[in-house]
């Protein structure tokens, strides 16, 4: 069965530090891949996608993720991070039609 | 419209009642789908649609819950006698193909069950 682990679930860090929520998906053949953004009171937005090709992704705001095929995995980055980027982050994975997600990971960000 | 509209935003209800929850797709998206955001839960797949019709219903949690798409368009999903742990956040999310550019997310209803 497709699952998506997100294994940090709560992260805390300061203006300009560097991000990287990590993302493992099980699934069993071609998968597109996504990371979503929910700022406070507002609705999931897509950040990036990954469907093929280059698996280094850049997505909106600087953010940007790799697909590693081998560790099955969709780690989401950012080099700098600031006080706007606090939101809750979601991985998912489509394999035929439908997303399965990850169960969120909560940034917070310290001006 | 230019987003996926969901109604309404905010709803209580008491325990044992029907609710009754509107998705309007963004115009064209043939694929429709729902959701459920529950605390620490993530996002939980409720039902999809494409077009009028729902070849995945395999994540409505019980026979209480129900969907349908009328038009190609908007979708109602119903649950009856509704209970306390069918509080959550209710999604509706629309793609113009099977899902592969990316859903556009409604902003979804907020169900409590009192």
């Known amino acids: 069965a497709q699952s998506v682990s997100q294994h940090n679930h709560h992260v805390i860090l300061s203006e300009a530090a560097s991000l990287e929520l990590g993302c493992n998906y099980s699934?069993?053949?071609?998968?597109?891949l996504f990371w979503y953004v929910q700022y406070p009171g507002q609705h999931l937005q897509l950040l990036l996608k990954y469907f093929s090709g280059d698996p280094l992704v850049k997505g909106i705001k600087g953010f940007e993720a790799e697909f590693i095929k081998s560790k099955f995995s969709f780690n989401l980055r950012k080099p700098s991070v600031q006080w706007s980027d606090t939101a809750e982050y979601f991985c998912?994975?489509?394999?035929?039609?439908?997303?399965?997600f990850g169960t969120g990971t909560r940034l917070k960000v310290l001006a | 419209g230019a987003g996926v509209s969901q109604s309404p935003s905010n709803k209580v209800t008491e325990k044992g009642k029907d609710v009754e929850l509107r998705c309007d797709p963004i115009?064209?998206?043939?694929?429709l789908y729902w959701y459920r955001q529950s605390l620490g839960q993530g996002l939980e797949f409720l039902i999809y649609f494409q077009g009028n019709s729902a070849p995945d219903k395999s994540g409505l949690p019980s026979d209480r819950f129900s969907a349908e798409r009328t038009g190609g368009s908007v979708s109602t999903l119903t649950i009856q006698r509704t209970q306390q742990e069918d509080s959550a956040v209710y999604l509706c999310?629309?793609?113009?193909?099977?899902?592969?550019?990316?859903?556009?997310f409604g902003s979804g209803t907020r169900l409590t069950v009192v």
């Open positions: 999310a629309s793609s113009s193909s099977l899902g592969g550019q990316g859903y556009t």
């Open positions: 115009s064209g998206h043939t694929a």
């Open positions: 998912a994975v489509q394999g035929t039609y439908k997303y399965i």
């Open positions: 699934y069993g053949g071609t998968v597109n």
